[in-house]
């Protein structure tokens, strides 16, 4: 099949030579015309986005941007190519070019902000797909729901639902299994694991990954529990094998519960499917065994990995301050950096709690102006670990200070400045330091009043003691 225009190939070699470019590779022509099978089989998949450009300004040269061309999909697959090389720039550029817009150019459009973190955006571009009359179809709605799960907006999310089931039910056709996996997975990581167990309950027929996203859900929810029982479940009554990614995500259940021989269990299977060697499945067996008191076989896992990334050297880091080995937390930090492997804020929060016990305040220090380089001490699980750093190491104005700087402290951030007190043993201020949490409308927590009862011991405050008793009853933390 040929596409006929005015501009031969000789002639579209003299413009684009003019333009600085030359026409991509080599095409199949027929009488100096270039044929679509040829100009399809580059646009499928050009080598680098210097081609690409090249294949753009063949395509304005041929008229492929015209309304009146016959060849639109070849445009709009131009969007998607550029998506691909991650050039988002030039993939709007080509869009808003588009006289006509079919689903895979909205799709690449959605699909390259997604790659990119612009959730917000993403969300934005979706309903202006809706008022321009674009109906979406099943390779939409995962990526749209995918932002919504970022956004942790479960409104958002219910929306994007509804959009969906009035789409199914004005054109009369099924769930997408694939589009309900998303679905799940959005109602778990925004919080509605009511929502996420009615669509799976729903389904006709489950396969193992929309087990996987339900299982992952109630991970993610921490109801550990329960994402065993859907986990012997799907084994037992539907009969399927578990694969590396629900492998990895069932294994941090097993180590919230200390659930060794299930533990396991998932590690030999991992081993008889031949997925032992999956970084994913591997940091999980490792934080499995430090939750489950084993660090000794986590650093045995850890050792034989031949493939590590910065998670890998974090969670046995972590692993070893849980277990109070903060000798070899602390040494295994210095190994990490000395491979070459660059600190994060997670490595960080991982590290300081070794550096505190070990009154390693220089270290600490360090730590401390690479969080402030990194602008990163404002995140409350970085100023909780710089604090209780630093009242471990006896500088409890040190801890004041990141404490009293942090504009958005939430429990945990409070937790950690009343410990540090009690550390230095400075009870009228845990004390006072307490008073302070309601005034700033949070509320204690379990970690908060086995912090603060023994400070009423130590003041004599029987009155303060008997309120808080009260308070624990009342919220059912007894």
Not at 239 to 246: E, F, N, Y
Request: charged content about 15%; overall charge neutral; some cysteine.
């Amino acid at each position: 099949m040929l596409f006929r225009t005015k501009v031969n190939a000789n002639a579209m070699l003299i413009t684009l030579t003019r333009q600085q470019h030359t026409l991509p590779i080599h095409f199949t022509t027929i009488n100096g015309t270039i044929t679509i099978t040829s100009l399809f089989h580059h646009l499928k998949s050009p080598p680098n986005l210097h081609e690409t450009r090249r294949l753009h300004a063949l395509l304005l040269v041929l008229g492929f941007f015209q309304p009146t061309c016959p060849h639109t999909p070849f445009a709009s697959q131009l969007v998607n190519v550029y998506v691909n090389f991650g050039c988002l720039q030039h993939a709007f550029l080509a869009f808003r070019a588009l006289p006509l817009k079919p689903n895979i150019a909205w799709n690449a459009i959605l699909r390259g902000l997604v790659g990119v973190g612009h959730f917000t955006q993403v969300i934005h571009f979706y309903h202006s797909m809706l008022q321009h009359g674009v109906t979406p179809d099943n390779y939409t709605y995962p990526l749209v729901l995918k932002a919504c799960s970022c956004l942790h907006a479960l409104e958002l999310g219910r929306w994007v639902h509804g959009t969906i089931i009035d789409n199914q039910l004005h054109r009369k056709i099924k769930p997408n299994p694939y589009v309900q996996c998303a679905v799940i997975d959005m109602f778990g990581k925004c919080g509605s694991l009511e929502d996420a167990r009615r669509i799976f309950e729903e389904m006709p027929a489950r396969d193992l990954a929309s087990w996987t996203a339900m299982i992952c859900g109630t991970v993610w929810n921490g109801e550990w529990l329960e994402a065993l029982s859907l986990f012997r479940k799907m084994r037992s009554e539907e009969g399927l094998k578990p694969d590396s990614v629900i492998v990895a995500s069932i294994l941090p259940a097993c180590g919230r519960l200390e659930a060794v021989t299930l533990g396991m269990a998932l590690q030999g299977c991992a081993v008889r499917s031949g997925f032992e060697s999956d970084l994913y499945v591997s940091n999980a067996v490792i934080d499995m065994y430090c939750k489950c008191g084993d660090p000794l076989e986590a650093h045995r896992v850890f050792s034989h990995m031949v493939d590590r990334d910065v998670v890998s050297w974090r969670t046995l880091i972590a692993g070893y301050s849980q277990n109070r080995l903060y000798q070899e937390s602390y040494e295994l930090y210095i190994g990490m950096v000395n491979g070459g492997l660059t600190t994060n804020a997670i490595v960080a929060t991982s590290v300081l709690p070794a550096l505190g016990k070990l009154k390693l305040l220089k270290q600490g220090k360090e730590m401390h102006n690479f969080v402030l380089k990194e602008g990163i001490v404002s995140d409350v699980v970085v100023g909780s670990a710089l604090i209780d750093m630093y009242a471990n190491c006896g500088s409890i104005k040190e801890a004041e200070s990141i404490f009293e700087c942090m504009l958005d402290k939430d429990i945990m951030v409070w937790n950690s400045m009343i410990v540090g007190y009690n550390l230095v043993g400075d009870f009228e201020s845990a004390f006072f330091t307490f008073r302070r949490i309601w005034d700033a409308e949070h509320r204690p927590n379990s970690i908060t009043l086995v912090s603060v009862l023994p400070i009423c011991t130590q003041l004599g405050a029987l009155r303060q003691g008997k309120e808080i008793h009260g308070y624990v009853t009342k919220s059912g933390l007894d």
